[in-house]
């Protein structure tokens, strides 16, 4: 050992005295040419500041505020309501579902996020007033949220181009408060729209211009009963065949399988026999799930704090912790093969390989924009800008990487449909 420690010593020794004996034998001239070029060529290093969002800047004034419309429902005094949903099909068609709009306090400057409310009023929320997100009754706020563009597509600038308005009205009832998560299945060419309602118990599946073709669970009832009646489903998976997956979720425990058809085929999951050591396959709340080229289910555990890794056919396969403080909103695997994280316990964004080894992550828990109150789904467009739809601060923001950031630190590409190829 003390050889090898010599040898390595010397063997430094001459590496750094080689590149000085070049120099000592350079003409003075060509010396100061060359550190003349350098110093041409470095940087300008800018002063100050510190990397607050990652690897990204937040975009400014995104979205616009919405204008009135036809049906003569004015936004004077009203702002965002919670963001539970945002997905990116294109650069300029950004899909937002919101539970609502809220209505301002007196003062209040228009289209003031509530995350921003000066004093506060609290979270956004999607809650009926005096009822609380298991629809039981607790104290009144004295405000009311309304299904007013509940789900809507902006452009790249944040300006509205599109919007459900004939669909505000499915989230009408007693105990609703608006969609869960949107998708579109990377592997459909015709761009079906899946909306998951966790209060009302429902999946929906939409053409892409809004027609309904297919609806799982009977709305406003709750229980486990393979795909006529789910407990506050949150998120769906597919895989290439069609084959599709729910997390069922806060109530349900379990993950639920079905054919392109929508026949139920199987599940599985349970609550914790020891609540205090949950194992494999039980669940406090299933609340994001995602399906890996090698066609294996990411599923996270929101409750529990973790991930648990299965076959298509249930079969468990791995674990793994997110962290004591962690709550793990929403996750997705980029078309490189990593997992990115919306963690609503830390307000960061996280990145993971597919054995759980934790990469990255950057974010703060925060009122400005840019910070993070609840990030609930996170989304990438082919231009490599991430949106995070966040449901207590009630907003959706727009983050554009910067010039020069680390390609590692960039979430990668959403996978969707491309007709040349499905990773796109």
């Known amino acids: 050992m003390r050889t090898r420690k010599w040898s390595l010593t010397m063997l430094l020794a001459v590496g750094l005295l080689a590149p000085a004996a070049l120099i000592g034998c350079s003409a003075p001239a060509d010396t100061a ?10 940087p300008t290093q800018e002063k100050g500041g510190q990397d607050e969002f990652g690897p990204y800047e937040v975009v400014a004034n995104w ?68 009822l609380s997100a298991t629809c039981e009754p607790t104290e009144k706020r004295g405000w009311e949220r309304r299904y007013h563009h509940v789900i809507f597509i902006v452009d790249r600038n944040g300006k509205m181009v599109d919007w459900w308005k004939d669909h505000d009205k499915d989230y009408e009832m007693r105990c609703g408060r608006g969609p869960h998560k949107i998708k579109m299945s990377p592997y459909d060419p015709e761009k079906h729209v899946w909306i998951i309602d966790d209060q009302l118990h429902m999946i929906y599946k939409f053409t892409y211009d809004g027609k309904l073709v297919m609806s799982l669970g009977t709305k406003g009832k709750r229980g486990r009963d393979a795909g006529t009646l789910f407990d506050r489903p949150t998120d769906v998976a597919w895989l290439p065949d069609g084959t ?159 010039p020069g950031a680390d390609p590692a630190h960039v979430v990668g590409q959403e996978q969707r449909y491309s007709a040349t190829s499905t990773n796109d």
Request: hydrophobic share 30%; aromatic share 12%.
């Open 33 to 42: 040419a060359s550190a003349s070029a350098a110093q041409a060529a470095a």
């Open 63 to 130: 979205p616009l505020p919405l204008e009135d419309a036809a049906d003569g429902v004015k936004h004077e005094g009203w702002t965002w309501g919670s963001v539970g949903a945002v997905y990116a099909e294109t650069p300029d068609r950004i899909w937002i579902a919101q539970r609502g709009e809220l209505p301002l306090p007196k003062g209040a400057k228009p289209w003031t996020p509530y995350g921003m409310l000066q004093p506060t009023r609290g979270n956004a929320t999607g809650n009926d007033d005096g």
């Open 244 to 402: 599709f997956f729910i997390s069922d979720g806060y109530g349900g425990v379990r993950v639920a399988k079905f054919d392109k058809d929508g026949k139920f085929l199987m599940d599985w999951g349970k609550t914790p026999a020891d609540p205090k050591n949950p194992g494999p396959n039980e669940w406090n709340t299933v609340h994001s799930i995602a399906i890996s080229k090698d066609r294996k289910l990411y599923v996270v555990d929101r409750g529990h704090r973790r991930f648990q890794v299965f076959d298509e056919n249930g079969k468990f396969l791995d674990m793994w912790t997110t962290g004591v403080n962690s709550s793990p909103y929403y996750h997705f695997i980029t078309t490189d093969q990593a997992i990115w994280v919306g963690d609503g316990g830390t307000q960061r964004i996280l990145k993971y390989d597919l054995d759980g080894h934790y990469l990255y992550g950057w974010g703060t828990g925060g009122r400005p924009p840019g910070e993070f109150n609840g990030p609930h789904q996170l989304t990438t467009d082919q231009d490599g800008n991430l949106y995070t739809a966040e449901v207590f601060a009630g907003r959706v923001t727009k983050f554009r990487p910067k």
